[in-house]
């Protein structure tokens, strides 16, 4: 494929909770990138740590088998064919599952039944389960290793759980995500993370559950990735689209968005510089995206999670098999899945970043697209000559 031919990176999941398993396609990947499941059992581990989750996590050892796509431990450029067991499936299998009628607010049950016209509302929850983002983690694990190919990294970190909020300012991006991986609530900041560790506690005793808000970020991620051409290739609302497709997740911002709305433009906008030839930025209010492209910066992104649906502490219901009001079950459930949730966010920017580098190289194969990144524009001056004339742009036809 010809540099800047579009073909797009893609994948579809299917699978329920406690069916046999979940399996992925994911079609795009060029061919030449070393891969084994080695590598990707790294992230599914994490997705499965964390303090704040249920039980499921502890039965559950996921682990990705590559059924196509890889020969002699290499892509081919064919699709990638991905399989994780689902272990909890054998305790459910051939069984007489008790009829779910009593919809828990906030989770899928309703309006998966209202929608789908189911007369169990387990269908419903099967699906819509997070545990799906079992197979997102594995295409993001992917994604990962061949954006680490170009020495773009992908990481993240938990920067607030319900009031506990960490202090990371001054803190550089690399040490807040290696520090994260260190940490059972995913916290770079050690007295925040002590904090959200008891906060946790607190509600699990309190029978209730605790949301929080995740920021992801890409590392030395080239300049020049998405596009104002179309509103669909703007890289925001193709990330915005992937962070908020996560159970769960229910808004995004780019850079300080909210806390820029309280500033006059003047102390929002990065200050563009030069350092010898290079051209530089002073801040990174923007979130290393301008014109729905990036610009050179650290890409950051924060993801809010609600505090999950399912509650020991029963929540006012309806059984629609009865038609009474009364209210919800437990069943099982996590407690404040946020730590664990670092990853899956991880994953969908690294999947949504990868599309759109190879969107920028075009190429079918590693080696044909390495040498093109080596030439990408940087932002130095010598990259961009202008020489000061004017130019008539609109002329009668
Ligand atoms: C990692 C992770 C674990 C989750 N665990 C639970 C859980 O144990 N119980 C629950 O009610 N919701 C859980 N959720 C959230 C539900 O899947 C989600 O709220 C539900 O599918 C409805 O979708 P919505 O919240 O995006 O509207 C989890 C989400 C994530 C990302
Ligand atoms: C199974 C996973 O998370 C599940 C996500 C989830 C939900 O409602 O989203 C509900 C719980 O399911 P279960 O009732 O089987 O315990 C979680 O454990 C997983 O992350 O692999």
Redesign the pocket.
């Known amino acids: 494929m010809e540099e800047g031919e579009t073909m797009t990176l893609r994948f579809l999941t299917a699978g329920e909770?406690?069916g046999p398993a979940l399996s992925v396609i994911l079609d795009g990947i060029p061919a030449g990138l070393p891969l084994n499941e080695d590598i990707l059992a790294r992230d599914l581990t994490r997705?499965?740590q964390g303090l704040g989750a249920?039980?499921?996590?502890k039965l559950?050892h996921?682990r990705a088998r590559i059924l196509g796509g890889v020969m002699a431990g290499v892509t081919t450029g064919a699709p990638l064919a991905l399989l994780i067991e689902n272990a909890?499936h054998a305790r459910w299998k051939g069984k007489d599952i008790p009829p779910f009628t009593t919809p828990r607010p906030g989770?899928a049950d309703l309006s998966g039944a209202l929608k789908y016209g189911y007369r169990d509302l387990r269908p419903a929850?099967e699906r819509?389960?997070?545990?799906e983002?079992?197979a997102r983690v594995a295409v993001g694990a992917v994604c990962r290793h061949l954006l680490g190919q170009f020495g773009i990294q992908v990481g993240g970190y938990v920067v607030s759980i319900g009031g506990v909020e960490s202090r990371l300012e001054g803190m550089p991006y690399a040490e807040r995500i290696a520090r994260a991986l260190e940490s059972d609530v995913s916290c770079p900041d050690a007295q925040a993370a002590e904090d959200m560790r008891a906060a946790i506690r607190t509600v699990m005793q309190a029978r209730d559950t605790l949301g929080g808000v995740i920021e992801v970020a890409a590392l030395n991620v080239p300049p020049g990735l998405g596009s104002y051409a179309q509103w669909d290739r703007r890289l925001e609302a193709r990330i915005g689209a992937a962070l908020l497709s996560v159970?769960a997740i229910k808004g995004v911002e780019f850079g300080p968005a909210f806390a820029n709305t309280r500033l006059p433009g003047t102390q929002v906008h990065d200050p563009i510089r030069l350092e010898g030839e290079r051209i530089i930025r002073t801040g990174n209010r923007s979130g290393g995206l301008e014109g729905g492209i990036t610009n050179g910066e650290p890409l950051v992104v924060r993801a809010a999670m609600k505090p999950?649906a399912?509650t020991l502490t029963p929540q006012p219901t309806v059984d629609l098999a009865q038609g009474v009001e009364t209210e919800t079950r437990y069943?099982?459930?996590?407690f404040c899945p946020v730590p664990r949730a670092v990853v899956i966010l991880e994953a969908m920017l690294a999947f949504v970043l990868t599309d759109a580098l190879l969107e920028k190289l075009g190429g079918d194969s590693l080696a044909e697209i390495l040498p093109r990144f080596e030439r990408l524009r940087q932002a130095r001056l010598s990259d961009l000559p202008m020489d000061g004339t004017p130019h008539r742009f609109w002329e009668d036809a």
């Open positions: 909770s406690h997705r499965q249920g039980a499921r996590m559950e996921d909890d989770h929850l819509a389960s997070a545990r983002t079992a159970p999950i399912t069943e099982r459930s996590d």
